[in-house]
Every structure is written in structure tokens, then in C-alpha cells.
DNA sequence: CTGAAAGCGCTTACAG
DNA sequence: CTGAAAGCGCTTACAG
């Protein structure tokens, strides 16, 4: 069933086909009938290979993300289907465990497949991977993070806000000694919201901050972060002379791993140690201590995302923007009492 | 960069480059070798919708489900992405919400990419959705969910033994009173979980089974349901001249909204009521109540359907398989105390 | 407004 | 083992 069965059956050129069924190109009423009477009675089903290799761009966008397990992505892979969906696109999803060799390979997927745009959440900023992507003209826009090369677009967390946010509230229920337990210390969110730890302490005399970070390949998975991430934290800690009472942790599932951790150490929250941390999850408000975090407008950073993508796509020359979204701090209990 | 440049560099015909880049067809050490240094000094990128218009089979293979956001849909794509992507292949998602209609759409969207083969967790199990796919000969698998076709291949938890599982758990902390939480109950699993509920009560006298199930329309998504489920079934069980005791969620989305609306109606669990259900998520373990769970082996679910589906592929003509994977009884402490 | 024809970049019988 | 050539199903200048 191709559009030569279409044209013959309605009597015109391929050509013609071709520009009623896309809808480009004017067609008389008459003939654009014929046409669709015969794809209705034909019950005809295009072929989009054929369509990207002859237009050499794919009705397809890309998404690169760390893990789409983790509820934070999966949300968001959520909103980036449903906004393509409605544009007609397929959305393609790449895992990199933040593997910087798992990362170039899907780019080079992503070009093979000849995509209309890429959305990613980049291992680390300065890697030249998405480049490629960018020199072939490619629309990107990172989420979550920002890359070095500024031709790609990007939405992310006001992380110096969320960061105050957190830390100012922990200070009022009077913690002095901190831990900012990171994943990927290479990406944006943990180096902004570690700058504005650190500043936001520093105004505060009798501070001090301890940083419990993974490497880029000890992150790998969920299941294998809630496995060890609160048990390498404990561990550090443990050593300190002063233990200290307040923690922030990069992700939800960093902060239930710290809090399993804590809970068969005998260690109580809020009591002997507070926990926060960013992004809030299913569940958070029924935890015996109910938890104390900074959410992020997941569903919008989305649909910006493929907003900026599709703008970029109709608008190559306009210039680079990188979105900001704002926090929402959802206070429980876990960061102290009285709060 | 095509075949045509590395065919001149290498001094072969397109034929021979072809031959060596898919392995297929033998070629000369020699020529080969030609071949591979031409395609690394060009830095050539193959094109993937060439490839398939000609073979009219992509690389690639379609997810359809009803929400990646849900964690156990997250999890399992996880491990759908890297076995596809293990094999070369590439992952599109799609979210239907149930929505048939929705369905039907994506089902003509895989057809027009020409996928290699669909994992999906179809609506209803006698929606005709999924037939054109099979009419096309493409390898079609259902995970968690079973189709009447039985052209389809599927795997899914044994939820007869999963059920039995939770209910003589509940039975021998003394509960009699039933409420099932059910989600789509035109899928399979709130169908065979009823089943098995009735069947493990009927040995049982003096127990009663009422059920909450939400229609096709209304589970929209994790948001929705979080905000809707929990209050739909306290309404529903108020009205009851006797209360429930004992809450059997179909996952652990419904689980935490339900818990949610007990914690604020002060409904305790589980002095009150036990609320147990199928699925687990991280953080169960550190609610104030600690969640009772029969947990599906879920990465163990996508492997085997894309295990299924290669097999498949390589052997279009055997015997439709259904294969059903075990449970795990996660006992805490929401189904009762002193278990 | 319309059609003939070229061409996107591969793969695969076919002939040697 | 190797190559010439056809063809997968579209889109798009080009000419009218």
C-alpha cells in the first residue's frame, strides 16, 4: 500500500498525494477528496522511514536521560511523550547510568535516526558529546543541566533558590553542621546547589559542611543507589569526630537509601539527625518522618523542554534561552520539629 | 557520507561495503579491512531509516503502556531500553492512559515505523488494538497483561499465587472484611487478583469482599490517582454499615493514596485497617507504617519480553509462549501487627 | 493547480 | 568473493 495505489485509485499523481497528505502545497477541493476517499477505502498506512530519508529529519525527538527509573526522569519522560504525542512525534528514550561512552554512543543513535531534536540530561557539563548534535544542526536542549556549549537550549531548577530555601529552614530550626550528599558531582545541580550551600552557610558563622558524593560511576541504577549511597554516607560521617546533624541530599532516592540507612542504625529523623532533600516523591508525607523537601515543577520543565525544541526548529538562528523554574519547599517534619 | 564515499576511498563497490559493515555476506580479509579504515577516516555514520525503508523493519522497538511515570512501568521500561539497546536496538515509549483510542494511534504509529517488534500492556484484554500489529506478522508481546489473540506472546506475574500470598496473611492477622482497590478491571490483573480473592475467601466463612474499582476513564495518570483513589474508597466504605478491616491495592500508586487519605481522615493502620497491595517502591520501608507488599520481579519482566520478542523474531513460527513470573511476599507491618 | 522524474541511502537478488 | 543495478516509499524542485 503505497501512494502509487493511492494515486491510481484516485485517479492523480503521487505528487499530489504527497501534498494532500501532508498538506502542503494547494490542491483543488475536488481532487483532495478523491484522495482522501481512496486512503480511507484503501485503508492506507504511511511509511515514516520513507518520509526521514527523503526529508532527511524524522518525525522523532530523542530524549537522553541518566535512568528513567528514577521518579524524578520518569515523570518527566512522562510530559516529554505526551507533548511530542501531540505534535505527532515518537519519542525515543536513551539510558546512560551517566556512562559518558553509553552517552556518545546514543548521540550517535540520535544521528543515525536522523531525529528532529534531542532533550538531555548530560553527564557533565563540559564533555563535548552532544556535540556532534549541535554541529549537525540538530535542536538540544539539556534539562536539569547545563553543558558548556552554548548552542544548546536549557530548562532547569533555580537551584540557588530551592538550595536557600532548604538550608534557611534547617538553620532556623538551629543545625549547624551539614552534609550535602551529591550523585553526580560532574553535573549542574551539584555544583550549584553546593556553591549555594556553601554560600548561604557562610553568612552564618559556627557552619560547617561536609560533602558525601559518588563518583560518576558509582551511580548506576536505582536499585543500586538506595543499595549503597546511605551506607557510604553513614560511613563517612561516622569517622567525624562531631557528627553532624543535618542532611541534604540531591535526589529522592538518595534521600529513602540515607534514610533506610538511618532507620537500621537506630539513628532517628528529625531527633538525631535531620534529612531533606530535593524533589518530592509519591509517599514522602506518609514516612514516620515525614519529609522535608524542595519539589520541582517536573511536568513543566517537560513540556518547555519540547517547547524549546519545536521554537528551535521553526527558528534555528534565535538565540540560545535557558529557562529557570522556580522551587516549591514542602515542609513536613523530617527537617525538625516545631517547624 | 554514504556508502558511495567509502566505496570510492576504498576502491570497492557499495555492495561490498554493505557486506561488511552488516557481517552479512563474505568478503575478503583484505577489502574488509579497506573497508572499516575508509568508514573511520571519514568518521561515516550510517542512516538508519535507509536501512529500514529497504529492509522495511527498523532496528527498533515500540513500549506501549499506560504511563511510564507509575514506578512500576518506570522500572520496567528501564529494563526494556537496556536489553533493546544491548541488541543495537533502539526504545520508543508511548503512554496511553488506557485510553483505547490512544492505543489505537500508537498501534498505527509502530506500524509506520515498521518496528521490529511491540511490548505492551494493553487496556482491555478483547480490544481488537493490538491485531493489526499481528495481521503484520510483527512480533508483539504483553507484559502484565493478557490479549485474547492468541497470537501474542506474554509475561506476567502469577497472580494467583501473589493474591493468595496477601489474603492468608491478611486472614491470619484475623481479618474478614475485604475491600479490593482495583485500577483498569478490564485488564488482567485486577480480573485474576478478584479471582483469586474470592476463591482464598470462599474457603473462609464469615469473610465479605467489597470492590473499589475505578473505571477506564478515571485513572489518568500518577497525579490523578493519588488525588482521586484514596478518597473515592473511604466514601465508598463509609457508607458500609460495617467498615473493612482489610485493603488490597493494585499498586503501590493506589496504595499511597489510600494511605494518604487514612492518615488525614486519622484512620490509623494498622490498628484500624491493613492496607497491603501488589507492587513495592522505595520508601515503603519507612512509612509510619511499613507497607506489606507482593513485589514483582519487575526487571526480570522486561528482560523476558524482550527475550520473548528476539526469540520471536528469529522464529516467527513457534508456539505462542506465556510465561509467568513468580512473587515475593514483603511482609511489614501495614497488614497487622505481631506478623 | 498539476504531473513526470529525480533522488534520499541503503540492501539484495542476480550474474559472474 | 565481487559488482552493477534495481528498488524500498516517500518529497520536491521543475516545468507547465
Redesign the interface.
Known amino acids: 500500500m503505497t501512494y502509487e495505489d493511492i494515486a491510481r485509485a484516485a485517479g492523480v499523481s503521487t505528487a499530489t498525494v504527497s501534498r494532500v497528505l501532508t498538506g502542503s502545497g494547494a490542491v483543488s477541493a475536488a481532487r483532495a477528496k478523491r484522495v482522501m476517499d481512496a486512503v480511507e477505502q484503501l485503508s492506507y498506512?504511511?511509511?515514516?522511514?520513507?518520509r526521514?530519508?527523503r526529508r532527511q529529519r524524522?518525525d522523532?525527538i530523542g530524549l537522553i536521560v541518566s535512568?528513567?527509573?528514577?521518579?524524578f526522569?520518569?515523570?518527566m519522560?512522562?510530559a516529554v511523550?505526551?507533548a511530542a504525542?501531540e505534535r505527532g512525534f515518537?519519542?525515543?528514550?536513551?539510558?546512560t547510568d551517566e556512562d559518558l561512552e553509553r552517552e556518545r554512543t546514543y548521540v550517535?543513535?540520535m544521528?543515525?535516526?536522523?531525529v528532529a531534536g534531542v532533550i538531555a540530561a548530560p553527564a557533565t557539563e563540559d564533555s563535548p558529546n552532544l556535540t556532534p548534535l549541535l554541529e549537525a544542526g540538530t535542536p538540544v536542549v539539556t534539562v536539569d543541566r547545563l553543558i558548556a556549549d552554548r548552542r544548546a537550549d536549557a530548562v532547569l531548577l533555580d537551584n540557588a533558590i530551592a538550595t536557600r530555601l532548604l538550608v534557611d529552614d534547617l538553620l532556623a530550626h538551629g543545625h549547624r553542621s551539614f552534609v550535602a550528599v551529591l550523585g553526580t558531582t560532574t553535573a549542574t545541580p551539584s555544583r550549584e546547589r553546593l556553591a549555594a550551600m556553601r554560600a548561604a552557610l557562610a553568612s552564618t558563622s559556627g557552619t560547617t559542611l561536609t560533602v558525601a558524593a559518588s563518583g560518576l560511576r558509582e551511580t548506576v541504577?536505582?536499585q543500586h543507589t538506595?543499595e549503597t549511597i546511605g551506607a557510604s554516607v553513614l560511613r563517612l560521617t561516622a569517622s567525624m569526630r562531631e557528627r553532624p546533624t543535618a542532611f541534604v541530599c540531591a535526589n529522592?532516592?538518595m534521600l529513602?537509601s540515607l534514610?533506610?540507612t538511618f532507620?537500621r542504625a537506630g539513628i532517628r529523623v528529625p531527633d538525631d539527625a535531620a534529612v531533606v532533600g530535593f524533589d518530592d516523591?509519591?509517599?514522602?508525607?506518609?514516612?514516620?518522618?515525614p519529609v522535608t523537601v524542595v519539589a520541582q515543577p517536573v511536568r513543566l520543565i517537560g513540556r518547555s523542554a519540547v517547547d524549546l525544541l519545536f521554537d528551535h526548529m521553526h527558528n534555528p538562528t534565535r538565540e540560545r534561552r535557558v529557562v529557570r523554574v522556580a522551587p516549591e519547599l514542602i515542609l513536613r517534619r523530617s527537617c525538625g520539629h516545631g517547624g
Open positions: 498506512r504511511s511509511s515514516r522511514p520513507a526521514t530519508l524524522a522523532t535512568d528513567v527509573e528514577y521518579p526522569v520518569a515523570s519522560a512522562r511523550e505526551q504525542a515518537a519519542l525515543t528514550v536513551c539510558n550517535d543513535l544521528l543515525e535516526e536522523k541504577g536505582v538506595l529522592a532516592i529513602t534514610m533506610e532507620q516523591m509519591p509517599g514522602f508525607s506518609l514516612f514516620a518522618a
